[in-house]
């Protein structure tokens, strides 16, 4: 299988904890994006990365998350001092940028729940 | 204020009917997709479209863009079960590409 991975697929944790979360993308796609899920929401943009550089970040990333794709493959998602809000489901999906029309893949999620 | 807006939010149909649903903004797109999501699962992508009043079809699903590409509808025919998830869209935000999602059209087809 060739898709996108994401590892956890759940994951409990006590309030103040840290998690970390990861993605491994398509391969050869060079585009990489976090984003969160809520309940009756549809997906909200994290951050994304070109290869290795992270290019943009939502405001809803707080200085207590942070994301990283060293070497353009993988992509790790911290959350640092985790709180009850942080539940959500986190989705990663990756694309090949070649103009208009590139289209991202998804992995399966990273559900989270803070107790 | 979301880029998209999906209706309707929920629908809830007897196997065999047939629907819309839509994915509306103000602003243009250079693309546009559209994807199906079941639950506690990630969004699969069913179809990209890239040119003004573009049609596509996907077996008994038919997606449209609008003209102008400010908005796109889906139509299943013949409804069934399996057809039941969460039906997003989303379009490009500005220059660089980012996926930028609407809440989505909640559909459940009873047998």
């Known amino acids: 299988d060739t898709g996108v991975s994401q590892n956890p697929r759940h994951k409990i944790t006590k309030r103040g904890q840290n998690v970390t979360f990861r993605c491994d993308p398509i391969s050869e796609h060079n585009r990489l994006y976090w984003y969160r899920q809520t309940l009756g929401q549809g997906p909200e943009f994290l951050t994304y990365f070109q290869n290795e550089a992270q290019l943009e970040k939502s405001r809803l990333l707080s200085d207590r998350f942070s994301a990283e794709r060293p070497k353009g493959s993988f992509s790790t998602l911290e959350i640092q001092r985790t709180e009850q809000g942080d539940s959500a489901m986190y989705l990663c999906?990756?694309?090949?940028?070649?103009?208009?029309?590139?289209?991202?893949?998804f992995g399966q999620g990273t559900r989270l729940t803070v107790v | 204020t979301q880029l998209l807006e999906q209706s309707p939010q929920f629908l809830s149909i007897q196997e065999g009917e047939n629907l819309t649903v839509y994915c509306n903004s103000s602003s243009v797109f250079s693309s546009l997709q559209w994807y199906r999501q079941e639950p506690g699962e990630g969004p699969v992508l069913l179809v990209t479209v890239v040119t003004g009043g573009e049609v596509k079809k996907l077996k008994r699903l038919t997606f449209q863009f609008g003209d102008a590409r400010k908005d796109s509808s889906l139509h299943i025919t013949a409804a069934q079960p399996g057809d039941t998830g969460l039906y997003l869209c989303?379009?490009?935000?500005?220059?660089?590409?980012?996926?930028?999602f609407g809440r989505g059209t909640s559909l459940i087809v009873h047998p």
């Open positions: 999906a990756s694309s090949l940028a070649a103009g208009r029309g590139d289209e991202a893949f």
């Open positions: 989303a379009g490009d935000k500005g220059g660089s590409y980012i996926p930028t």
